[in-house]
Structures are given as structure tokens and as C-alpha cells.
């Protein structure tokens, strides 16, 4: 049985046994479908439309005939008849040229790598003396300068004969492993090249980084969307698709073997350099991404209690994981404060150096987890506010994320009329977040939004920017932001009141999650000082228009720092951080989970939260005085 | 008494306070507490689900205004329940086990409430033990939530338990739950939201013209 796919203008043809979703089949063909949901035909992103052949519909054959297609989710329509057609429509792809954070600002700090590399002179041995390679080879490396009693694992030592006979002078890679010092390569003296390689595992997009262990200059950067996600877009889906027979193997090897390790076979290409060069890899992200990664079951996690299998992960071996680096290279995953915040807040927090600041800290990852940590004092309180994916722009009626072609920023100038700029300049193909929140913002303070979220119709008409939208199958009021002409689909590009009210929920989930936490320590948004932002997001929104929106609180710019990507900074820092190690630890050990659902506080602060900028404006005075300002 | 213009304002637009201080005003003026309900308030919740459906306000505006209306119920249900009135149906709602989200559950809960139904609100995280106790308890329809895909299975769980139970409904709701989920399994009803939610317990229960 074979499908021929179209796709952007091209055709592929796929093979595979009748009875197969077409979802699955695209895949199998190299189609980034967007199945947005996990296949569960509940989110509609991989719509087809069927040409030709008999399909089972969930459940009911269908023949299409080729003067009548239709359309149908690829996840709930397997083949039946021996071949077919199916169109993909580009809206139903994940989104292809990504803008992925891979770029962090932390203090400069002098490289400490953990993984060393010494140059020994292995002696020949004697008859006379009961020794062996392995203990040469100790003693070579105690005698330059190396730790003593370090050992080679078996399989490093099955090869060390043959090592040793083209030379006795090798250059040795050791470092920590599970308490004592594992030497993990030995190469002929001056040939290879030593390698550390930092990850930062997100559930949508993946980021590595290669370093020389030696000098800690970075050689590569290189990222890519998380190949899990045909199995769902948030953590809770990845759960799920953990359950299904075979899933925990599948989601273990999309994210190594098809993410992971085509991230490396790109940075050493690129480098020039053998991927056998890498020994030392370490990795942050969320805990179900940790466990995925290892392949440890992320089910306990779904649910209350949410237990994790474990939150500390001993270094493990890179063959274990199918890692195509140097098989025996050691594998560091930084641990996890609980089961929904991770290993990348850990790494946040020892990047932005949290529990070192004076004075009341925040720091916060607006996304879909929406983490939160709290740092009175000594204390380090955390939460996870669950946000949901609106500000990748999914749910929302001309949403995208943050990729070539989206619609990043929006101004509203006389008339009014928009003006808008695109990633790398290209049509307008949707809004990702930081347009959005733009666009919200601004209107809200124009006075087309009011504080519900709903658009003042009139004003809209009379600017001919009244928009025709459905929700549901019945009409609903949108605003035209980007008119067709300027488009790549030819139609304009519009926000509706459900998308704003999708906004709404969103950011209020974070403004709520920190008021709770704050009242958890006893505080208030007054008694704030800093505002540390993790996560790529925030380094391309206008932290003014969050304010407005009341989605950040309304801190003047001094007191809000942007990091960028900490989960990757703080792979690094595990890489050449001094004390890395010693500070995660410091870090899991005082973080006090604090449960959002169980502080009556929450859903109060929710809904007030949903209002522009907030039911109780009292905290957002400096930006409503900036809004009642006339605008330029 | 004629509808409260007023108190059915306050509760359209969430303004708790006012809607406190008009009931409170009302009733020392020697208002009927089963008409201030009947006649201003549930009207108005009826009023923002109905809009709700035809895409006229948001989950915002709902919250706000479900907010409002159970700042009026805490001041009145005491006196209603004294004053013997007699509701439409019993229903209880809960969030399933492993599951603490509640506030879409607590909408529909007031929007319910705001129909004339007795609810019986269950909380989070609630078992197929409490659900069982509350049909003991003389409701009619159990009403599930759920927010997590995680924690939808045990809607399953539930819609089966009851299956023997000739007469009682399951009705199930919550953003990850579709038609097509509750239809597979084999639950009476489902609603996408807080304002479908009244609609689908009154045909269930047989009370739709
Ligand atoms: C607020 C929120 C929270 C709050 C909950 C506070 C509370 N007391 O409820 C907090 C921060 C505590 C929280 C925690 C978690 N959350 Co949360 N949360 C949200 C959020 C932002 C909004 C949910 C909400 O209240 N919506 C508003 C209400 C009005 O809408 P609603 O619930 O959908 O209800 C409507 C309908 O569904 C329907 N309905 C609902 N129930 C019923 C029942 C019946 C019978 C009927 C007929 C209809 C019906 O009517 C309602 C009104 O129209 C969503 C994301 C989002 N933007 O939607 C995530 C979200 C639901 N959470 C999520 C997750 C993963 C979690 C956590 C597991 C992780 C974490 N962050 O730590 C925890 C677990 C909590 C737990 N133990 O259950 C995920 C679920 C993903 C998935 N695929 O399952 C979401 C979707 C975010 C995301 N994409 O990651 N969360
Ligand atoms: S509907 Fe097919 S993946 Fe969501």
C-alpha cells in the first residue's frame, strides 16, 4: 500500500501497511505535521484534504473520488484501499525556520571544566612488579598531575591494549562519575580534539551547545524543534504518549536519536571534528523532559502526587542513552526541584545566581509551564502555573509560533492603523507572542479593547478594521491587523475577542502565579525588587506592554533582568561552572514546592488577573499613567 | 416583585460589591429573598451563559459576573433554603481524582446553581466513592470535570461505574474533553462550556421543552 503525499507543490510517496493513520505515514515520509494534540482528534492542526482512495474515517470508509475531496484530521483517518492522495496544507505543518533562543546573559566566570584531559607517559611494566594496564595507567596520570585511583570502565579497558601499543603516551580525559573519577577516554597523545557538549531539552525546541572542555570556548550552537512533538505539545500529552505500548521507547528515542544526535552530527560537521571527540554531555529541562531523555517513566507525574521516578540523576554513560557521541562519554542531567519544575528553573537559578541577591527575587519563564520561583531570603519557593501555550500562539485564530514569516511586533499609529514587522522580514504568515501581547496591550490602551477583552466595534468599523470571524460556528467581533495584500496566504490576518480571551487566561495563570507565591511568603507585589525573565520569550517582548497588559508586574526596566535561554546557560555552568555541581544541589535542597491549587489566594487573583490590566489596578499605577499619556 | 434592573446589572458586570450591598439593602427594605434570586439574579447568570453561547462574552466576563453572583448567594442561599423553595433537579459536580483544577468546574457549578438546579459541588480531586455517596444523596446527574489529559481515563472509570445505574446521567466537560471522547465513553452528555453546560443538564435530566 503507498500514499503519495502533496506537500508544498511537491509530491512523496510512502509505504506501509493498509490500516495505517496517515498521520503516522506523514511522518514516516519526513512531513512536519502539526499534530498539535498528541493525535487524539481533539485540537484539528492536522487537517488533509483527502483526493483520491478509500480511507476509514474514525471508523467509516469513506471513498474519495477525485472530483470530490474532503477534508479529515490525518490522526483519526487510516488507508484502506491499496493506494491514495492526500494534500497536506502548509497550515497544517509545524512551523519550518524557527527563531529558537540559544543565546544567554550571564555574569562571565572563570572556566572550571569538570572533565579534565591530562597527558601521561604509561610505563612499560615489569615482570617483576604485579601491576596491569589499568594501574599503569593510574599511576601515569597521579604522576602528571592527575587524580589518584582514577579507573577506565570495562569497555575502555578492553581497548586499552590496543591503545597502549601504538603509544604509551595518550592523553587522557577523566572526570567525576557517581562519587569517584571514571577516566572515560584515552587517545593517542595530541590527536583528538576534547569535547563537552551542553543541551537544553524544551519540550518544544531543543538547543546544544559545543564547548572545548579545555579553553570553554563555545565551537557551535545549533537547535531544533523537539521531534517529540508529533506526540503533543505540552508536557502533559508527552505523559500520555508515554502510556501507549512502546511509547516511553518511541518519545525516548525521538528526542535522542532524531534530536539530539542530529543537533551533534550538524555542530561537529560543522566543526570539523569527530563526534567521538565529545565526553562529556550535560543536560537541563523540564522533569518529564529529563525523564523522557532517560528514559525513565514520566507517568507519576501526571497526576497527583506527581512523583517523579527521582530528581537526581546520576551521571550515566552516553551508550546507554543511544547518544552518538563517544560511547563511553559521561552524561550529566541536572536535577529537578519537582515533578513540574525542572531541571531548566535549576539551571535558571544557578545562572541568575538567585539564591545569592539581596533583597525579594522573582524569576519567571513565561511559557506553557509557566515557572515560577520566589527567593526570600534564604527560602526558594516554586511553582508551576501551567499557561498554557497561548503565547506560542497556539489556540488562537492566526497564531504561530515564533518562526519565519510571524508577525513579532505591532504599533498602532493615527488613524488608527497597524504597523507590524515580520521575523526575517517575510510575509506575514501569523502572530507569534510578543505580537500579540503588542497588539494588546496597545489596543487596550487606545480604548479598542476594553478591560474585558472585548473590541469596540464602532471605533473598529469606523477605522475599517472590522474583521468577519467565526468561533464555534457563530460569528464573533475580530480586529483586521494585517490586510491580505501583505500576507503569504492571501488573507488578511486577524485577532478575535475568543483569541484575546485565550490571552487573557494565559496571562493571568502567570500574574496570579506570582501574587500566590508572594502571599505564600507573606509579601505583596510592593515589596518585589527584582524581576529576573528566563526563557526566550521574554527577550523579544516589550516589557512595557506586559506591564500594560498586566501580564508581568509593573516593575520600572531597572528592576527586571532578561537572561535568555538559562536552561542552556545553566548546562554550561555544568560543563566549566565552578561549584555547579554544589549549587544545583544547594538549590534542589531549599526549594519549597508551593501548591497554587491548594492557596485559596489563586483564584481570586486569577480572575482578577483575566481583567485589562487587572480588577484591582492598584499595583499597576505607573502603567496606567503611562497609558492615560497622550500618544505621539 | 419585578426584576432588580440593578441587582441584574451588578450581577452582568461582576460587581461584587454592588451586588452585596443591593441584596443587603433589598432584603433590610423587606425584600423576599427567593424572588431576589429567582427574579434579578438568576436571570442575569442565565442572561451572561446564554451570551456566553452566542459568542458575546468571555470567560472573563463569566468569572467576574460567577464571582459577583456567589458574593449574592452567600447572603441569600441561607434564607432561600429556610424559605423551603424547591429546585429544579440535584446535581453534583467534581473534579476527578488526580485532578485539582477547579475553576471552570466552579463556573459551571454557579451557572447550574444560577438555573435553579441544587448542586451538590463535590470539590477536586473527588473519587468514584464521593460520586457514589452523592447519588446516594439523591442527585441525579454526576457531573465530571477534568483539565488534564491526564486525568481523563478516570472519567471512564466513573462513566462505567455508574453504567448499572439505570436513571443516572454522567455528564462530562473540561478543555482537554470532546464530544467524541464522551461519546466514546458512553457518558449522556457533554458541554464545551460553562453556558452549553445548563442546556445539556436539563435535557439529560428531561426538563428541555
Ligand atoms: C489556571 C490553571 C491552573 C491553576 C489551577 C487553579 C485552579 N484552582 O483551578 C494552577 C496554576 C494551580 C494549575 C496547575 C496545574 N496545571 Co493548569 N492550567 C491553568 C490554565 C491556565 C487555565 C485553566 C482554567 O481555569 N481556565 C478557565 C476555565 C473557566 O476554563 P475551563 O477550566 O476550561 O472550563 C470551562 C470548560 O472547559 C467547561 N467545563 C469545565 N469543567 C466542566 C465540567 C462539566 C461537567 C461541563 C459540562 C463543562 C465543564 O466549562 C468551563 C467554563 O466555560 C490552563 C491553561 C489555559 N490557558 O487554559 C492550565 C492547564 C489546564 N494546566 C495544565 C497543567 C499541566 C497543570 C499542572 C499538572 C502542571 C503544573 N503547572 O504544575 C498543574 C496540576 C494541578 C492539579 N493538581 O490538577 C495543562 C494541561 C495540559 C494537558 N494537556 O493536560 C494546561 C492546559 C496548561 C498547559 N498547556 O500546559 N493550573
Ligand atoms: S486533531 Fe489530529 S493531532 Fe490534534
Not at chain 1, 479529515?72 to 502548509?90: K, M, N, Q
Not at chain 1, 554544589?582 to 489563586?602: C, D, K, Q, S, T
Not at chain 2, 455528564?171 to 467524541?180: F, M, N, R, S
Request: proline share 5%; hydrophobic share 45%.
Amino acid at each position: 500500500m503507498s500514499v503519495r503525499f502533496r506537500i508544498r507543490g511537491e509530491t512523496r510517496i510512502q509505504d506501509g501497511p493498509s490500516g495505517s493513520a496517515l498521520a503516522d505515514l506523514a511522518f514516516a515520509a519526513g512531513i512536519p505535521l502539526n499534530t498539535a494534540c498528541g493525535a487524539r482528534g481533539a485540537c484539528g492542526r492536522c487537517a488533509v484534504v483527502l483526493r483520491e482512495g478509500t480511507f476509514a474515517i474514525r471508523g467509516a470508509e469513506v471513498n474519495v473520488t477525485p472530483g470530490s475531496p474532503r477534508r479529515a484530521l490525518a490522526c483519526g483517518t487510516r488507508t484502506v484501499s491499496a493506494d491514495a492522495f492526500v494534500e497536506i496544507p502548509d497550515k497544517s505543518l509545524v512551523e519550518q525556520r524557527a527563531s529558537i533562543a540559544d543565546d544567554f546573559a550571564i555574569p562571565p566566570f572563570p572556566w572550571t571544566p569538570v572533565q579534565r584531559r591530562t597527558t601521561v607517559s604509561v610505563s612499560a611494566g615489569d615482570w617483576e612488579t604485579a601491576s596491569s594496564d589499568v594501574e599503569r595507567l593510574a599511576l601515569a596520570l597521579g604522576a602528571a598531575g592527575g587524580p589518584a585511583g582514577a579507573a577506565p570502565d570495562l569497555r575502555l579497558a578492553r581497548e586499552l591494549p590496543e591503545r597502549l601499543a601504538a603509544t604509551p603516551r595518550l592523553d587522557v580525559s577523566w572526570g567525576p562519575f557517581r562519587g569517584g573519577v571514571d577516566v572515560t577516554a584515552a587517545a593517542p597523545a595530541g590527536t583528538a580534539r576534547h569535547l563537552g557538549l551542553a543541551v537544553d531539552i524544551g519540550t518544544t525546541t531543543v538547543v546544544a551547545l559545543l564547548a572545548d572542555l579545555d579553553t570553554g570556548a563555545a565551537i557551535g550552537r545549533a537547535s531544533a524543534y523537539n521531534a517529540q512533538m508529533r506526540r503533543g505539545d505540552d508536557v502533559a500529552a508527552r505523559i500520555t504518549a508515554s502510556l501507549a505500548p512502546g511509547g516511553l521507547d518511541l518519545l525516548q528515542s525521538l528526542v535522542v536519536c532524531e534530536t539530539v544526535n542530529r543537533l551533534v552530527g550538524e555542530l561537529c560537521a560543522k566543526a570539523g571534528c569527530a563526534p567521538e571527540a565529545i565526553v562529556r554531555v550535560t543536560a537541563a529541562g523540564n522533569t518529564v523532559m529529563a525523564h523522557l531523555f532517560l528514559g525513565l517513566p514520566p507517568a507519576g507525574i501526571g497526576a497527583m502526587p506527581f512523583q517523579p521516578v527521582r530528581r537526581r540523576h546520576p551521571e550515566c554513560r552516553a551508550r546507554d542513552l543511544g547518544l552518538a557521541v563517544n560511547p563511553n562519554a559521561i552524561v550529566d542531567v541536572l536535577p529537578s526541584m519537582t515533578g513540574h519544575v525542572g531541571g531548566d528553573l535549576v539551571a535558571d537559578a544557578c545562572a541568575a545566581r538567585l539564591l545569592d541577591r539581596k533583597g525579594l527575587v522573582a524569576l519567571v519563564d513565561i511559557g506553557t509551564n509557566g515557572e515560577i520561583l520566589l527567593c526570600p531570603g534564604a527560602r526558594l519557593l516554586c511553582a508551576a502555573t501551567a499557561a498554557g501555550p497561548a503565547f506560542e500562539g497556539a489556540g488562537l485564530r492566526h497564531g504561530m509560533r515564533a518562526a519565519e514569516g510571524a508577525v513579532d511586533h505591532v504599533r498602532w499609529t493615527e488613524g488608527p492603523k497597524a504597523e507590524w514587522t515580520t521575523i526575517g522580514g517575510a510575509p506575514a504568515a501569523g502572530f507569534c507572542g510578543s505580537a500579540i501581547i503588542d497588539f494588546v496591550a496597545q489596543s487596550f490602551r487606545a480604548g479598542l479593547l476594553d478591560a474585558l477583552g472585548r473590541f469596540d466595534m464602532d471605533r473598529l468599523r469606523a477605522a475599517g478594521l472590522e474583521a468577519r470571524a467565526d468561533h464555534r460556528g457563530r460569528p464573533i467581533h475580530a480586529c483586521r491587523v494585517v490586510p491580505a495584500e501583505a500576507t503569504a496566504a492571501g488573507h488578511a490576518l486577524t485577532v478575535s475577542e475568543a483569541d484575546v480571551a485565550e490571552i487573557l487566561k494565559a496571562k493571568a495563570a502567570i500574574h496570579a502565579g506570582i501574587v500566590t507565591l508572594l502571599a505564600a511568603a507573606g509579601r505583596t507585589l510592593d515589596d518585589l525588587d527584582t524581576l529576573i525573565l528566563a526563557g526566550g520569550f521574554a527577550r523579544h517582548i516589550h516589557l512595557r506592554h506586559a506591564a500594560w497588559m498586566g501580564l508581568l508586574p509593573d516593575l520600572p526596566a531597572g528592576k527586571i533582568e532578561v537572561i535568555g535561554n538559562g536552561s542552556l546557560a545553566g548546562a554550561v555552568l555544568a560543563l566549566g561552572g565552578p561549584g555547579a555541581a554544589a549549587e544545583f544541589e544547594r538549590i534542589v535542597r531549599v526549594a519549597e514546592p508551593v501548591e497554587l491549587n491548594l492557596r485559596p489566594e489563586f483564584e481570586s487573583a486569577y480572575i482578577d488577573s483575566m481583567l485589562l490590566p487587572n480588577a484591582d489596578p492598584s499595583a499597576f499605577a505607573a502603567a496606567t499613567s503611562e497609558m492615560s499619556a497622550p500618544t505621539r | 416583585m419585578a426584576k432588580n434592573d440593578a441587582l441584574f446589572k451588578a450581577v452582568s458586570t461582576g460587581q461584587r460589591k454592588e451586588v452585596e450591598d443591593i441584596v443587603q439593602t433589598e432584603l433590610a427594605k423587606g425584600a423576599n429573598p427567593v424572588e431576589l434570586l429567582m427574579d434579578s439574579m438568576i436571570p442575569a447568570m442565565r442572561d451572561l451563559g446564554e451570551r456566553f453561547s452566542r459568542n458575546e462574552v468571555y470567560v472573563p466576563q463569566m468569572l467576574i459576573g460567577a464571582r459577583a453572583m456567589q458574593a449574592g448567594l452567600n447572603i441569600l442561599e441561607p434564607l432561600v433554603a429556610k424559605a423551603g423553595h424547591k429546585p429544579l433537579g440535584t446535581i453534583c459536580i467534581g473534579t476527578v481524582k488526580g485532578d485539582l483544577h477547579d475553576i471552570g468546574k466552579n463556573l459551571v457549578a454557579m451557572m447550574l446553581k444560577g438555573a435553579g438546579f441544587k448542586v451538590i459541588d463535590l470539590g477536586v480531586n473527588v473519587d468514584i466513592a464521593k460520586f457514589e455517596k452523592a447519588v446516594n444523596d439523591g442527585a441525579q446527574a454526576v457531573l465530571l470535570s477534568a483539565l488534564l489529559t491526564t486525568t481523563m481515563p478516570y472519567m471512564k472509570a466513573v462513566a462505567d461505574h455508574f453504567k448499572a445505574r439505570a436513571g443516572v446521567k454522567v455528564i462530562v466537560g473540561g478543555a482537554p474533553v470532546t464530544q467524541g471522547y464522551a461519546d466514546e465513553i458512553g457518558a449522556h452528555g457533554y458541554a464545551e462550556d460553562a453556558g452549553a453546560s445548563v442546556g445539556i443538564v436539563e435535557k439529560c435530566l428531561g426538563l428541555a421543552g
